[in-house]
T-cell receptor
């Protein structure tokens, strides 16, 4: 079993839709959780960082952590074509980041 | 503010040729530095990381090596490239062993 599992998609939604991106993890020792956004042919950029269960909101983005289920989510409200990118969850462990495979999202105008 | 640079941005090299990719970080001291490779449509594979000058940890045995000659400089090298070395190479840094910040990447094609 991989330490972090993420559905690679691709996921295609119409503009304005609510998008839900998810990861599951196996090690209950993970304490911090991150989401990165990677545009095509660019380096990943840190989007959200959270270290507790519950929700963290930043504009149209909400990160949700459920430690009891070992499940993390990223919600995008009112999705825009500019949100089209690959989204990667990442969990720090021992000075390194354990990445999910990334979900490719396409938002159609 | 901190910035991270990588060069070259793109590179096309024949099989068997040497490789040198460079990464530099500005605006911080003693960062942890990382090299990743991302194959097309695949996730990020950690290749090397460094916690200080001359300190290199290898994650995957392969045709590549890394060096850190200066505090904010990280170099990825190969003596003889293989076709399988093609990919998108990313350098990243962190200070507190948590969130990492990535450079723009180098796209390498081995022909």
């Amino acid at each position: 079993q991989k330490e972090v599992e993420q559905d690679p998609g691709p996921l295609s939604v119409p503009e304005g839709a609510i998008v839900s991106l998810n990861c599951t993890y196996s090690n209950s020792a993970f304490q911090y959780f991150m989401w990165y956004r990677q545009y095509s042919r660019k380096g990943p950029e840190l989007l959200m960082y959270t270290y507790s269960s519950g929700n963290k909101e930043d504009g149209r983005f909400t990160a949700q952590v459920d430690k009891s289920s070992k499940y993390i989510s990223l919600f995008i409200r009112d999705s825009q074509p500019s949100d089209s990118a690959t989204y990667l969850c990442a969990l720090p462990q021992g000075g390194k980041l354990i990445f999910g495979q990334g979900t490719e999202l396409s938002v159609k105008p | 503010s901190q910035t991270i640079h990588q060069w070259p941005a793109t590179l096309v090299q024949p099989v068997g040729s040497p490789l040198s990719l460079e990464c530099t970080v500005e605006g911080t001291s003693n960062p942890n530095l990382y090299w990743y490779r991302q194959a097309a449509g695949r996730g990020l594979q950690l290749l090397f990381y460094s916690v200080g000058i001359g300190q290199i940890s290898s994650e995957v045995p392969q045709n590549l090596s890394a060096s850190r000659p200066q505090d904010r400089q990280f170099i990825l090298s190969s003596k003889k490239l293989l076709l399988s070395d093609s990919g998108f190479y990313l350098c990243a840094w962190t200070l507190d062993r948590g969130e990492q910040y990535f450079g723009p990447g180098t796209r390498l094609t081995v022909t």
